[in-house]
């Protein structure tokens, strides 16, 4: 095993490291820091949770001098990741005092305005550092070196545009380090545009497949939420994810979960940076906590020890599935993804089963009492001209259990073994390959939660009422 002292660091930094407990180099650090050192750029993939910070970070602080201005510029997708970077940077160069300043929006400008003036490394969003520029109070003439974090990310929320802006404002002459959990036709773009002859490093996934356990639960959507409080219940769980695919079913969840006196709390764009902020360190310092949160926590951040991650919706890329499920099952220790599904997740999660290489066995319902839910109100989520919720839901009639039902037919999988990914076919009577079941013409078997229900023989719907 590769030690930090083979990398070529300085004795001050191992000193460093030593005192904030880390031991021993990830494969990210161990292939990058040397190449950092020796003035390479970098193109490299890697996965949420693989150490690039201090990847990036050991040795362009080895090479930064206190109060020669703005040396390092480290542009990332989101305020959550720019304020870990930026912390993570502090602590790896205290010994040399530098100066490290996040700019990002959601805060007022004046104090980082100050930051800036006295900068050594600056931290930012692109959004929120072309206002500074705009306004001329950052100085980025003096940059060596250029790190876009989480570069993927960045591109998928439209920052490409931003991104290529800010890099003209950065000398040409300086070190490029790219990091992105894909390889995409935009970033081998910007990769073969703005960097020079870059060493591609990739490395494995951080998380352990070996310590993740994947299953899913086909449910009725009205009763999705039910099993969720349920399963929350019975697993063995500490620290927990529960991932939306909207804001306004993150704030539903987390409203009603702490109705049945579960500790939750929403985390996604429309909170106030502080808000979010506070939320985030109540996650790390609690012990038995729910986070419900977008995919904007999915990507980037340093959350540790999540025993539990569960998707109440299945997100539409399969890529976002991996990143959420990588949140769980780091460093060794075992996780559990638990999938919801509904008839609404079918399409979605088909694309899940066919874009990776892992099973997600299902698992039989256990019995759950069907709760009340306490709704949003009309003005939270709006109506479409079909009269439905905009968060794609209907509302029960207030004189049976309140939760979300929907227009579309139960549908069901087609049997009860574990599915395997798109290639892996799994024989029939017939010789039928069979794969994700799509939406039957059923009846209403039965109210029992527990019981099962025959596989879907149609691909056309009809409407069914509750």
Not at 204 to 215: A, C, E, I, R
């Given at each position: 095993?590769?030690?930090?002292?083979?990398l070529g660091?300085?004795?001050?930094f191992?000193?460093?490291?030593?005192?904030?407990?880390?031991?021993?180099?990830?494969?990210?650090?161990?292939?990058?820091i040397?190449l950092?050192l020796?003035?390479?750029?970098?193109?490299?993939g890697?996965?949420?949770g693989?150490?690039?910070?201090?990847a990036f970070?050991?040795?362009i602080?080895?090479?930064?001098t206190?109060?020669?201005g703005?040396?390092?510029?480290v542009?990332?997708?989101?305020?959550?990741?720019?304020e870990?970077?930026?912390?993570?940077?502090?602590?790896?160069?205290?010994?040399?005092?530098?100066?490290?300043a996040?700019?990002y929006?959601?805060?007022?400008?004046g104090?980082?305005?100050?930051?800036?003036?006295?900068?050594?490394?600056v931290?930012?969003t692109?959004?929120?550092?072309?206002?500074?520029i705009?306004?001329?109070?950052?100085n980025?003439?003096?940059?060596?070196?250029l790190i876009?974090?989480?570069?993927d990310?960045?591109?998928?929320?439209?920052?490409l545009?931003?991104?290529?802006?800010?890099?003209?404002?950065?000398?040409?002459?300086r070190?490029?380090?790219?990091?992105?959990?894909?390889?995409?036709?935009?970033?081998?773009?910007?990769?073969?545009?703005?960097?020079?002859?870059?060493?591609?490093?990739a490395?494995?996934?951080?998380?352990?497949?070996?310590?993740?356990?994947?299953?899913?639960?086909d449910v009725?959507i009205n009763e999705?939420?039910?099993?969720?409080?349920?399963?929350?219940?019975?697993?063995?769980?500490k620290?927990?994810?529960?991932?939306?695919?909207?804001?306004?079913?993150?704030?539903?969840?987390a409203?009603?979960?702490?109705?049945?006196?579960?500790?939750?709390?929403?985390?996604?764009?429309?909170?106030?940076?502080?808000?979010?902020?506070?939320?985030?360190?109540?996650?790390?310092?609690?012990e038995?906590?729910?986070?419900?949160?977008t995919?904007?926590?999915?990507?980037?951040l340093?959350?540790k020890?999540v025993?539990?991650?569960?998707?109440y919706d299945?997100?539409?890329?399969?890529?976002d599935?991996?990143?959420r499920?990588?949140?769980?099952?780091r460093?060794?220790?075992?996780?559990?993804?638990i999938?919801i599904?509904?008839?609404?997740?079918?399409?979605?999660?088909?694309?899940?089963?066919?874009?990776?290489?892992?099973?997600?066995k299902?698992?039989?319902?256990?019995?759950?009492e069907?709760?009340?839910?306490?709704?949003?109100s009309?003005?939270d989520?709006g109506?479409d001209?079909r009269?439905?919720?905009r968060d794609?839901?209907s509302?029960?009639d207030?004189?049976?259990?309140?939760?979300?039902?929907?227009?579309?037919?139960?549908?069901d999988f087609?049997?009860?073994?574990?599915?395997?990914?798109?290639?892996?076919?799994?024989?029939s009577?017939?010789?039928?390959?069979?794969?994700?079941?799509?939406?039957?013409?059923s009846?209403?078997?039965s109210?029992?939660?527990?019981?099962?229900?025959?596989?879907?023989?149609s691909?056309?719907?009809?409407?069914t009422?509750y």
């Amino acid at each position: 095993m590769v030690k930090f002292s083979e990398l070529g660091l300085s004795e001050e930094f191992l000193k460093n490291l030593e005192h904030f407990k880390y031991e021993e180099p990830t494969e990210i650090q161990e292939k990058a820091i040397p190449l950092v050192l020796q003035g390479e750029d970098i193109l490299g993939g890697s996965a949420t949770g693989s150490g690039k910070t201090l990847a990036f970070g050991a040795g362009i602080i080895e090479k930064i001098t206190h109060g020669e201005g703005i040396k390092a510029l480290v542009l990332t997708p989101t305020r959550e990741l720019a304020e870990q970077v930026c912390v993570s940077l502090r602590d790896f160069s205290s010994y040399k005092r530098l100066n490290v300043a996040p700019v990002y929006g959601g805060v007022a400008m004046g104090p980082q305005i100050d930051n800036l003036k006295f900068a050594d490394i600056v931290v930012a969003t692109p959004g929120r550092l072309l206002d500074h520029i705009q306004q001329r109070t950052v100085n980025l003439s003096q940059v060596k070196y250029l790190i876009l974090d989480e570069a993927d990310r960045m591109l998928d929320m439209g920052f490409l545009p931003d991104v290529t802006r800010i890099i003209q404002y950065c000398p040409k002459e300086r070190q490029t380090l790219l990091f992105s959990a894909t390889a995409s036709h935009e970033i081998l773009q910007i990769a073969g545009r703005y960097m020079k002859h870059p060493k591609e490093i990739a490395v494995q996934n951080y998380v352990d497949p070996s310590k993740l356990t994947q299953v899913f639960y086909d449910v009725q959507i009205n009763e999705k939420f039910s099993l969720l409080v349920q399963l929350l219940r019975q697993e063995n769980s500490k620290l927990v994810m529960i991932f939306c695919n909207t804001k306004r079913v993150a704030d539903f969840i987390a409203k009603n979960l702490r109705l049945q006196n579960i500790d939750a709390m929403p985390l996604h764009g429309d909170l106030s940076q502080n808000k979010r902020q506070q939320v985030l360190n109540q996650f790390h310092k609690s012990e038995k906590f729910v986070l419900v949160c977008t995919d904007v926590a999915a990507r980037g951040l340093d959350i540790k020890e999540v025993s539990h991650v569960y998707n109440y919706d299945i997100p539409k890329n399969p890529l976002d599935y991996i990143h959420r499920i990588g949140r769980t099952a780091r460093a060794g220790k075992e996780g559990k993804a638990i999938n919801i599904v509904a008839s609404n997740d079918y399409e979605n999660f088909g694309r899940v089963i066919r874009g990776n290489d892992f099973e997600i066995k299902r698992e039989d319902n256990p019995k759950f009492e069907i709760l009340m839910i306490q709704s949003s109100s009309r003005r939270d989520f709006g109506r479409d001209s079909r009269g439905r919720s905009r968060d794609g839901f209907s509302r029960r009639d207030s004189s049976s259990p309140r939760g979300y039902h929907s227009n579309s037919p139960r549908g069901d999988f087609r049997e009860r073994r574990p599915y395997r990914s798109h290639g892996e076919e799994s024989s029939s009577e017939g010789g039928e390959s069979r794969g994700l079941g799509r939406p039957r013409r059923s009846s209403y078997h039965s109210r029992d939660s527990s019981r099962s229900r025959d596989g879907p023989r149609s691909y056309r719907p009809r409407r069914t009422h509750y």
